[in-house]
Nanobody, 124 residues
């Protein structure tokens, strides 16, 4: 079992930056693929980014490439999402997720554990 707690959300103006953190506890963190998803009001949850257990492989959805960076610190059991050049369309609840497999995945059904989410609001 893995417990995930997100933090770092908030209100920011367009063009600004935020860094989300996700602290994990329970099953050894370093064995999990970690991902970030988001869900805007009235929309389905969508993939944002994921990182392999070693941190050597990252993947991003096209809309955030070049603006967002995912990273992890296995010694701190924490995964981060650095978000730059934020846009109003990035407004959503952001969720951290953990996957027991070793392959980085972009589908929500492939993730086994979820955090409660943190709100990110980008004003225009």
């Amino acid at each position: 079992q893995v417990q995930l707690v997100e933090s770092g959300g908030g209100l920011v103006q367009a063009g600004g930056s935020l860094t989300l953190s996700c602290a994990a506890s329970g099953r050894p963190f370093s064995r999990n693929v970690m991902g970030w998803f988001r869900q805007a009001p009235g929309k389905e949850r969508e993939f944002v980014s994921a990182i392999s257990w070693s941190g050597g492989h990252e993947t991003y959805t096209n809309s955030v490439k070049g603006r967002f960076t995912i990273s992890r610190d296995n010694a701190k059991n924490t995964v981060y999402l650095q978000m730059n050049s934020l846009r109003p369309e990035d407004t959503a609840v952001y969720y951290c997720a953990a996957r027991n497999g070793v392959v980085v995945a972009a589908n929500s059904y492939e993730y086994d554990y979820w955090g409660q989410g943190t709100q990110v609001t980008v004003s225009s």
